[in-house]
C-alpha cells in the first residue's frame, strides 16, 4: 500500500496493483465510479472491442475531510480525484474520455468553466485543444505534461483528455464549479482528441493526429509551468490550499 498524505494532503493510500483508492475515515465522497472499456470504446480510434470489459479509471467525486464539511457547503467548487490504470487499448494508452465545459452562467462575457488539476501520483499528458466561441474550429492543441506535486489550469474554451503515460496508476485530482454537466459529445464523434498518443513497437510513446478533425493547427508541447493556475504554489497540495483560500477559486466559474 503506497500512502499519498504528503502529495494529498489528505489520508489516502492507493494499491498499486489494482488502482483503488483508499479514503482514511476522516475523509468522504460520493460513491465512487468506475469507467470501463466498453463504454469508452467510442473515444478510442479502435473499435476491435473484443476483450474483457475492464476497468480503465476510478472517479471519487466530492471528496473532503468531514471536519471541512460546513467550511465547504456555500463554496461553488468540487474536489474530485479520478485514479487512470496503466495500460493500452489497442495501441492508444489508457485515457480518459475526454470533455469540454459549458459556458458559464455566472459572468456576462463568453466564458467557459475552467479548471485546476494537481497530479498527486505518476505522470499525466492532459491533451488541451481550444475551440472557437462557436464550437465550430479548434485554434490550439498542447500536449501538457504534469509530474507528481505539479498543479495546472485548463483556461477557457480547451477541452481535455488525461492520458496516463506510465506503468503505474495515475492519481490526479481537480476542483471545479460544483453544478454544470460536461460535454463529452466533440469528443464521441470524433473518437477522441485531435492527437491521440499511442505506444509503437518499440515502446516509445508516439503522437498521432486524429484524421476525424479537419484543418488542425500544429501541436505544441508544454509544461506545468507554461499553465500555473492563478495564486496557487507548485509542490503544496491542492487541497490544503484550497481549503485555506476557498474565495480564492472564484476564476474557476466566472473571469476575474
Known amino acids: 500500500m503506497l500512502q499519498l498524505s504528503i502529495d494529498s494532503g489528505l489520508p489516502l493510500s492507493i494499491e498499486q496493483e489494482t488502482g483503488k483508492l483508499y479514503l482514511n475515515s476522516s475523509l468522504t465522497s460520493e460513491e465512487p465510479k468506475t469507467r470501463f472499456l466498453s463504454e469508452s470504446i467510442p ?7 473484443t476483450e474483457n470489459d475492464l476497468p480503465l ?12 464539511i460546513s467550511t465547504i457547503q456555500n ?6 480525484i479520478t485514479v487512470v490504470l496503466p495500460g493500452l487499448v489497442g495501441d492508444e494508452l489508457i485515457k480518459t474520455i475526454g470533455h469540454v ?17 494537481s497530479v498527486i ?36 474554451f480547451y477541452g481535455h483528455v488525461t492520458v496516463n503515460v506510465t506503468k503505474e496508476p495515475l492519481v490526479m485530482a481537480n ?15 470524433n473518437q477522441g482528441a485531435a492527437i491521440y498518443l499511442k505506444h509503437d ?33 507548485q509542490g503544496k497540495p491542492l487541497y490544503t490550499q484550497w481549503i485555506n483560500n476557498l474565495d480564492g477559486f ?7
Open 101 to 117: 465545459h459549458p459556458l458559464s452562467t455566472q459572468t456576462n462575457v463568453p466564458y467557459t468553466y475552467t479548471e485546476v488539476y
Open 201 to 233: 513497437q518499440q515502446n516509445i510513446i508516439q503522437t498521432v493526429f486524429n484524421t476525424r478533425y479537419v484543418n488542425l493547427p500544429p501541436f505544441r508541447q508544454a509544461k506545468a509551468q507554461d499553465f500555473i493556475p492563478p495564486g496557487l504554489e
Open 175 to 189: 476542483i471545479l464549479y460544483r453544478d454544470f454537466l460536461s460535454n463529452y459529445e466533440p469528443y464521441r464523434k
Open 75 to 80: 463554496s461553488k467548487l468540487r474536489y474530485d
Open 250 to 256: 472564484t476564476y474557476l466559474y466566472k473571469e476575474n
Open 121 to 156: 501520483y505518476g505522470t499525466a499528458h492532459y491533451i488541451l485543444q481550444k475551440y472557437s466561441e462557436d464550437f465550430t474550429k479548434i485554434l490550439d492543441i498542447v500536449d501538457l505534461e504534469v509530474h507528481t506535486g505539479e498543479h495546472v489550469f485548463i483556461p477557457s
Open 57 to 68: 479509471y476510478y472517479m471519487y467525486r466530492d471528496v473532503r475531510r468531514i471536519f471541512d
Open 43 to 49: 473515444y478510442y480510434e479502435t473499435k476491435n472491442y
